[in-house]
Structures are given as structure tokens and as C-alpha cells.
């Protein structure tokens, strides 16, 4: 093939290639010209395991290599019928693809593409190919809803991405149940916005070197599904929520902001408002498995039947007093274990969440423990 020469045009109406490929490949048309060292596919059409691809664009050889500009088409990829599943334990072999036996530029737009659980829809992007480097920039992605342009680098011995997640005042029921497999069901419209980078070689690696800023607003929903929220207010020495319907409660606003650092989410300040009460939350969500680590102040802003070691924080808000229950959440964050507290973890972090969210016009002070 590198001693190959050609001139002259090739037009393909149909040519099965599952013989040679071990798979279904059929090139359904195709139209190529050819001169000495260049190669231009005027218009092809691929379909690989019933699926798709229209190329174009042109091929050079060089001294270096075979030099590509191209563009690469699809209304739809599922990544599961292109690439086999790994079996159970198996561990993935090192790249035998370095150095690439090309350069060069791909551009890249499909309808979707459909990984195991989650599915981009769409994509579009600029694959850049050096001899010991590819380079990927999303230009247009979107995942659950959310959109998430982002750059990639693949290096023979890890991956670098960096990413910016945005979302402005759009409905955001789908995209959570979306990006949560459904263990959470909270309606209202949204605002995020995070910006990401991450490197490594895996899954664990990527998530433990994830860092990065976030931040987050929900707002007039209904949580249905929410077990964080859910296992606090289900506390039985809280009797006032106990008439909180199984088809969920309205809430006024839910907001988040932190940071990504060591395979955690470092919570700055965590809000929940609702008639029924208000929650103000710091610490750190394990994003691998069961070490997580909050301290909840519940502010109750109904009539409190029996509330074990409850302080009141101050008279005549929102018109009466407002009393305040403490709690620990540790465990898995999708299921995690609540536990009160005593006085003195009221700290003045929690207070300061709820001063600075509610805009009040005065300080929030915990009375001496006794």
C-alpha cells in the first residue's frame, strides 16, 4: 500500500464488505478520484451494523504519513453495537493504535450518539489527529437537557477533558431523572453552571481527579423523589412533616454551589425552601461510594409538636419563631443515614447560609449550649 499509485475516478453503487470485515460493512454508494498521492471521496455512505455514516472530504500522502481532512456524518451512533462489551473483570489493553497511522482534521456531527446510559444528542465537534496526540472539541453537545461543550485530549498514556455545563431558566424534571437513573424526581425550572477539567485512565481515575467549580438553582417545583430531603424531613421527632404527601410537597427554591476536589463534591452552601421547612447544608458528597459527610440545619417554620433538641435561633421571623433541628447525613448519598445533633453543631457557616439566602435584615445567633 505505501508503493501504491493511482489515477483517475471510482464510482461504487453498492459493495458489501462483511466478509472481509467480519460484520455488516456495506459501502451503499460511494464516489472517489484519485491522483498520484491524493485521494478525494467526493460524497461516500457507510453502513456499519445498520447504522449510518456519510463521509467526504480528501486524503494525501505525505513523508510523515497519510494526512486526512475530512467530515463524518450520522443521524444516530449507538456506541454498543460499534465497540464489543467488555466482559466482567476484563481490563482494557494498552493502545496498540500509537503513534496513529494518520494526521490530520475529522469534523464529526451526529443526531446522537448512545452510550450504555447515556445518550448525547446532538454532537458536533473537530477531531484533530497528531502522531502521538488527538484532540477532540465539542463545539455542540447536549446530555439530559444539558449542555456541556467541551475539550478532550487522548495521550498514549491518559485522557485530559475539560468541560462547561450550562442550563438557564429550563424546565429541569426530565434532565434530572436523566442524569440520576431516576433515584431522584424534583420538577421546577433551572440554572447551572459549572466549569470542569478532569485527567487520567478510567472511570475512578477521571472521577477522582475531577475538579472544578459548580453552582445550581431549582426553583416552584415538587420533590416526589429525593432521599436526602427525604430521610431529614422524615425524622419522627419532627411531627409537623409528617402530613407531607407520598405524590411529594411544593418547594420555593433549591440551591447548590462548591467545588470538585478528590473525588468529592466540597458543598460550600446548600439551600432548600418550602413552606414545610427550611434546610441549610454544608460538607462533602463522596462521588465514589459511602463516605459522605453533611451537617443540615432544619429550620421549622410550622407548628412543632415535639422537636428533640431544637434551639431556637430568633423570635418573630416570618411571622413567629423559627426553631432549628441540626443533623448529621453520612452514608450513600442516594439513601444516607440521618442522625441529630446537638446545639453545638450549629455553626456560624449554617447560620450565614440562611442570612445571606434569605436576605435578612439581621444576624442569626445560636443561643449559649447549656
Not at 257 to 265: C, I, L, Q, V
Request: proline share 5%; with cysteine; charged share 30%.
Amino acid at each position: 500500500p505505501g508503493r501504491t499509485r493511482g489515477d483517475g475516478h471510482l464510482t461504487v453503487d453498492a459493495l458489501d464488505l462483511s466478509w472481509l470485515a467480519g460484520r455488516r460493512v456495506r459501502v451503499e454508494r460511494a464516489e472517489l478520484s484519485t491522483q498520484r498521492d491524493d485521494l478525494r471521496v467526493g460524497r461516500a455512505r457507510v453502513d456499519v451494523e445498520e447504522q449510518v455514516f456519510d463521509l467526504e472530504g480528501e486524503m494525501r500522502r505525505t513523508e510523515q504519513g497519510p494526512v486526512i481532512d475530512a467530515r463524518l456524518q450520522s443521524p444516530g451512533v449507538e456506541i454498543a453495537r460499534l465497540v464489543p462489551a467488555r466482559k466482567p473483570g476484563e481490563q482494557a489493553e494498552p493502545s496498540a493504535l500509537w503513534p496513529l497511522p494518520l494526521t490530520g482534521r475529522l469534523a464529526v456531527s451526529a443526531g446522537f450518539v448512545q452510550f450504555e446510559r447515556q445518550r448525547i444528542e446532538p454532537l458536533e465537534g473537530v477531531l484533530t489527529f497528531e502522531r502521538e496526540r488527538a484532540h477532540l472539541e465539542v463545539k455542540q453537545a447536549r446530555m439530559c437537557g444539558v449542555s456541556f461543550p467541551l475539550v478532550a485530549e487522548v495521550l498514549p498514556d491518559k485522557y485530559t477533558v475539560s468541560a462547561q455545563v450550562t442550563m438557564k431558566d429550563q424546565p429541569f424534571e426530565a434532565a434530572m431523572h436523566c442524569l440520576t437513573g431516576g433515584t431522584v424526581e424534583i420538577s421546577g425550572n433551572a440554572d447551572l453552571s459549572a466549569e470542569l477539567r478532569t485527567e487520567g485512565r478510567g472511570e475512578q481515575e477521571l472521577i477522582r481527579n475531577l475538579a472544578g467549580t459548580a453552582q445550581g438553582e431549582l426553583r416552584k417545583g415538587k420533590v416526589r423523589k429525593f432521599a436526602l430531603i427525604g430521610n431529614i424531613l422524615s425524622l419522627r421527632d419532627i411531627a409537623a412533616l409528617k402530613s407531607v404527601k407520598d405524590d411529594g410537597f411544593a418547594y420555593r427554591s433549591l440551591t447548590t454551589k462548591g467545588r470538585f476536589k478528590d473525588g468529592e463534591f466540597l458543598l460550600e452552601e446548600g439551600f432548600f425552601d418550602s413552606d414545610a421547612a427550611r434546610l441549610a447544608a454544608s460538607g462533602r458528597v463522596d462521588l465514589h461510594g459511602n463516605d459522605t459527610r453533611l451537617t443540615v440545619l432544619v429550620g421549622l417554620l410550622t407548628t412543632v409538636d415535639r422537636v428533640v433538641g431544637a434551639i431556637p435561633l430568633i423570635g418573630d421571623i416570618f411571622g413567629g419563631t423559627m426553631v432549628a433541628l441540626p443533623v448529621s447525613v453520612s452514608g450513600d448519598i442516594r439513601d444516607p443515614q440521618v442522625i441529630p445533633l446537638g446545639p453545638r453543631a450549629v455553626t456560624d457557616q449554617l447560620l450565614g447560609i440562611f442570612e445571606r439566602t434569605l436576605k435578612l435584615p439581621g444576624k442569626l445567633v445560636a443561643p449559649a449550649a447549656r
